[in-house]
């Protein structure tokens, strides 16, 4: 497995409890020389979604080894912790859809073992920190050289559970999506690439109604947040390669009420009414 010595961390436990510390020192403790990076543990709390497409967004440029997700709703259930070898390293988390999407991403499965074996976790007073009791110390010992499946039950591949990311589809003429994520400065990520825009005609500097409830608004596509005008809602192509819904040095999500999950229909000029 490539660099084993360095975990990518992510999680929704926040910046106010004890909890990444924690892991963190179950980690060094089992692996001194470990380098850990912390990806994020903002991810609003229990939403396996936004933990699904943070990881996707960062897997490109993490380095090869571990990457340690835990955003657990159904922590002390019979859901399935799991390491998952990969081309790039080993995936730690639980089976709940929260790294399907990355794995895939960077080519799949090759092999799957369920974090079953004690000899290999923490001594727990109770069920309800399995990212401190099971899966930091699954990172901490594959790190240390302990063999993946020394880690527990083998898993079929197949049988893990698949994440849920909706696709945008087109009906007459029109682009049905949502959004994705609201990043810290209010932009709306899209579930829409630029191709999908040019395959109904619309180019650069084009405007297009967008809809989103009951209300319309014109948005136009600009290159960067600069060539928007004073308080025009704009669409650019963001880090990621996705279309985002933005105002110029304010919130969009604010100004249009938006968030994770908000259904957006973007129609082109001369489209349906």
């Known amino acids: 497995m490539p660099n084993p010595e360095v975990v990518s961390f992510l999680s929704d436990y926040g910046a ?4 990444v510390g924690v892991c963190k020192a179950v980690m060094w403790g089992l692996a001194p020389e470990l380098t850990i990076l912390d990806v994020t543990h903002g991810v609003p709390t ?15 440029y993490l380095p090869d080894g571990i990457v340690l997700a835990v955003v657990d709703p159904g922590v002390g259930t019979d859901r399935r912790a799991v390491a998952i070898e990969t081309e790039t390293g080993i995936f730690i988390g639980p089976d709940n859809g929260l790294l399907a999407p990355a794995v895939a991403m960077v080519g799949g499965a090759q ?31 594959l790190a240390r050289g302990v063999a993946l499946e020394d880690l527990g039950d083998p898993v079929n591949p197949a049988g893990l559970t698949p994440g849920l990311i909706p696709l945008p589809t087109v009906e007459s003429g029109t682009i049905v999506g949502e959004v994705w994520w609201v990043d810290s400065f209010g932009n709306c990520q899209l579930n829409i690439g630029p191709e999908e825009l040019v395959a109904l005609g619309v180019s650069v500097e084009d405007s297009v109604e967008v809809r989103f409830g009951s209300t319309g608004r014109r948005a136009r596509w600009v290159h960067t947040y600069a060539d928007a ?38 129609v082109p000029s001369g489209g349906p009414t």
């Open 46 to 60: 229990h939403d396996v979604r936004a933990g699904s497409l943070a990881l996707v967004r960062a897997i490109q």
């Open 111 to 141: 092999r799957v073992v369920a974090l079953t074996n004690d000899e290999y976790q923490m001594e727990a007073p109770g069920p309800t920190f399995a990212g401190r009791d099971v899966m930091a110390p699954a990172a901490g010992f």
């Open 229 to 266: 005008k004073p308080s025009e809602l704009a669409m650019i192509v963001d880090s990621y390669g996705l279309v985002s819904l933005a105002l110029d040095r304010q919130s969009a999500a604010a100004d249009c009420g938006l968030g994770a999950g908000s259904g957006i229909t973007i």
């Open 16 to 19: 106010v409890d004890e909890f």
